[in-house]
T-cell receptor, first 113, second 110 residues
Framework: SQQGEEDPQALSIQEGENATMNCSYK?????LQWYRQNSGRGLVHLIL?????REKHSGRLRVTLDTSKKSSSLLITASRAADTASYFCATDARDTGRRALTFGSGTRLQVQP | EPEVTQTPSHQVTQMGQEVILRCVPI?????FYWYRQILGQKVEFLVSFYNNEISEKSEIFDDQFSVERPDGSNFTLKIRSTKLEDSAMYFC????????FGSGTRLTVV
């Protein structure tokens, strides 16, 4: 798999349910970020978790990071139809000289009203 | 909240033509980036720009691409002699600490 791979690729849930998306990566990182993209639109930054953090909350979002497993999860609680979008993780790699983000393939979330 | 502004939102061009995609980054940001996303695929890094020069570029960023910051505010991506496979969303981003992305330019090469 490539740096920043999400699973599942697609997720369909009912409004009110929780949605969990996972991301795996390969290299050491400074931080990991989650972005949201509505169909054909721009990238909206949701949350950033640093390599020395294990969990972070922002409203209905909860992000965990396990650097030993090189994985992260994004949990959206009490989902709404408006949460329907694609969600991408992106890593800011350490010690590679690259300060650009490496994005995963994304999870397409569909929240049914 | 400060925004990164990209123009145009959609551009259609004939194969072989040159296009310039424009971005106005956040004024006090120091790092500037172009990314692209081919429809249905992941967002890919093209180039980063710092202190008025390219700091890093990906293998995608070949000789048909160039970037400029001509006047201290605009940040442009030029694609010479566009190909069909250049059709994609192109995102500009700027960074001081965290990244801010623009809403993208959809380039369609016909």
């Amino acid at each position: 798999s490539q740096q920043g791979e999400e699973d599942p690729q697609a997720l369909s849930i009912q409004e009110g349910e929780n949605a969990t998306m996972n991301c795996s990566y390969k290299t050491s990182i400074n931080n990991l970020q989650w972005y949201r993209q509505n169909s054909g639109r721009g990238l909206v930054h949701l949350i950033l978790i640093r390599s020395n953090e294990r969990e972070k909350h922002s409203g209905r979002l909860r992000v965990t990071l396990d650097t030993s497993k090189k994985s992260s999860s994004l949990l959206i609680t009490a989902s709404r139809a408006a949460d329907t979008a694609s969600y991408f993780c992106a890593t800011d790699a350490r010690d590679t000289g690259r300060r650009a983000l490496t994005f995963g393939s994304g999870t397409r979330l569909q929240v049914q009203p | 909240e400060p925004e990164v502004t990209q123009t145009p939102s959609h551009q259609v061009t004939q194969m072989g033509q040159e296009v310039i995609l424009r971005c106005v980054p956040i004024s006090n940001h120091l790092y500037f980036y172009w990314y692209r996303q081919i429809l249905g695929q992941k967002v890919e890094f093209l180039v980063s720009f710092y202190n008025n020069e390219i700091s890093e570029k990906s293998e995608i960023f070949d000789d048909q691409f160039s970037v400029e910051r001509p006047d201290g505010s605009n940040f442009t991506l030029k694609i010479r002699s566009t190909k069909l496979e250049d059709s994609a969303m192109y995102f500009c981003a700027s960074r001081l600490q965290g990244y801010t992305f623009g809403s993208g330019t959809r380039l369609t090469v016909v």
